[in-house]
């Protein structure tokens, strides 16, 4: 999956009404994931992971707990493009997101539901960047 499917799959799984926690975004785009094929759950995984893994960065999560600052970013995520995009260009509109106490910890389950929905089984993954909390060595060089 590319960068642009990744962003259009948010897209259209992004529910209408408010979704502070992203209950309805993650169960929308496990459904479509779930529909198949498998490579696609994996690529959404590797799409997700290097989204969060850009956002792992010092000028975000300094003095958070690491899943606080997860679950923000994922919020961020959540937001969909141009809100993830934003923040990136402007590390200060993350701030936003901190003090909403916005999180959507849910997004991260994705592509685990969606693989066991397809395969009945549990999926001991990885990816190639980890969206772990402070995995990013380049993001905190210097903290």
Do not use: H
Request: glycine letters at 4%.
């Amino acid at each position: 999956m590319n960068e642009n499917t990744f962003w259009q799959l948010i897209d259209d799984c992004t529910p209408s009404t408010p979704d502070p926690d992203a209950e309805d975004l993650a169960a929308a785009l496990t459904n479509r994931l779930a529909l198949g094929p498998l490579a696609t759950v994996i690529g959404f995984a590797e799409q997700l992971s290097w989204v969060l893994y850009q956002l792992d960065r010092k000028e975000y999560g300094r003095d958070m707990s690491s899943d606080s600052f997860l679950y923000t970013r994922a919020a961020v995520v959540a937001a969909g493009r141009e809100a993830y995009e934003a923040v990136l260009r402007d590390p200060q509109l993350f701030a936003r997101y901190v003090r909403d106490l916005t999180w959507a910890e849910n997004l991260l389950y994705v592509p685990d539901m969606a693989y066991r929905r397809i395969t009945g089984e549990e999926w001991d993954r990885s990816t190639r960047y980890s969206y772990e909390s402070y995995s990013n060595a380049a993001g905190w060089a210097g903290a």
